[in-house]
């Protein structure tokens, strides 16, 4: 049989041509194969269920889903290009793959052009989609490591005086959110830097195993790094949030009571009086409660040599 010419078209098909076709489902792919409708050369495709955007992807059954599948026979064609990317007689065309309650999969000819235009710009679009995702993941990486800065910048304000200032459980809730806004900066950049370099790493690929092993983690990282991404911008706002409370209990939480330290007076007449200062009315006179019998002592500022803090009395 003479090989048909190649040509690059989009073609028509119809349920015969599509009825021997075998198509298998997994998580992330539909896989395809059969003969291709104008050369009738065995091709197979694997078509993609999943893009790496930034947005929620939910897990769900689907019920039909349309492709454009291309022939990537291995017979060679009369007029196919040297620089032709792919394999194959040149044509390509849609198809709905329906998806049955009890697993199977039925191939059939797709209902509306529309989907079939759409089908083939999400095919075109996965080629390009790593470097489109660590692009982006790039540019958020600067904005995540700005974000955190900036809010790292806050606390000082508040003051280390303000903090000591406060009720004991307050300094410990503080010092809690400070450990919890570390690790999740720490989190947030490194997650942001996977997500736009990757993760060195040196795999060896020696064998067929191997080698699709290599290939199924290669075709899984656009996805990956979107996770990371996302992660990363979770664990900057949860940075942002951490201060932010530390920040307002610097500020706004309760101080710790004020207690008067013991004081050691020497007065004129080189007798000591050691106690607690109290309020007193009089300008000119100190009240001191004595700390060996807890009377209240009257002093005349005239009367003291000199004051010093103690520890205890």
């Not at 060896?204 to 996302?230: I, M, N, Q």
């Not at 020497?266 to 000119?284: N, R």
């Amino acid at each position: 049989m003479k090989p048909t010419r190649y040509i690059a078209e989009r073609i028509a098909v119809t349920s015969e041509q599509l009825a021997s076709w075998q198509a298998q489902l997994s998580r992330t792919e539909l896989t395809l194969r059969g003969p291709c409708p104008k050369c009738g050369d065995i091709t197979s495709a694997n078509l993609p269920r999943t893009a790496a955007v930034l947005e929620a992807n939910a897990a769900r059954t689907p019920d039909r889903l349309t492709a454009v599948v291309e022939c990537e026979c291995r017979r060679p064609h009369r007029g196919r290009p040297a620089d032709a990317v792919s394999e194959g007689c040149g044509r390509s065309w849609g198809t709905a793959a329906v998806f049955e309650a009890d697993g199977t999969v039925t191939l059939r000819p797709p209902a509306e052009p529309t989907l079939v235009e759409a089908a083939d710009a999400f095919r075109l679009a996965q080629a390009g989609q790593l470097a489109a995702v660590r692009a982006s993941a790039d540019r958020w990486t600067t904005g995540v490591t700005a974000l955190i800065s900036l809010a790292a910048l806050i606390l000082p304000v508040a003051g280390r005086d303000a903090i000591r200032a406060l009720q004991p459980w307050a300094q410990a809730a503080i010092g809690a959110l400070l450990v919890v806004a570390i690790a999740t900066a720490a989190v947030a950049v490194l997650r942001a830097y996977r997500a736009a370099h990757g993760l060195p790493a040196i795999r060896l690929v020696d064998d067929d195993k191997s080698l699709l092993d290599w290939y199924t983690t290669h075709r899984a990282r656009p996805v990956e790094a979107v996770k990371h991404l996302r992660q990363a911008i979770q664990a900057a706002l949860a940075t942002v949030v951490a201060l932010a409370v530390a920040v307002g209990l610097a500020v706004f939480g309760p101080a710790r009571p004020v207690t008067s330290a013991p004081v050691q007076l020497t007065l004129t007449d080189g007798s000591l009086v050691c106690g607690l200062f109290l309020t007193s009315t009089a300008d000119v006179r100190l009240r001191v409660r004595r700390a060996d019998d807890g009377a209240v002592a009257v002093i005349s500022v005239s009367d003291v040599v000199r004051i010093k803090p103690v520890k205890a009395c």
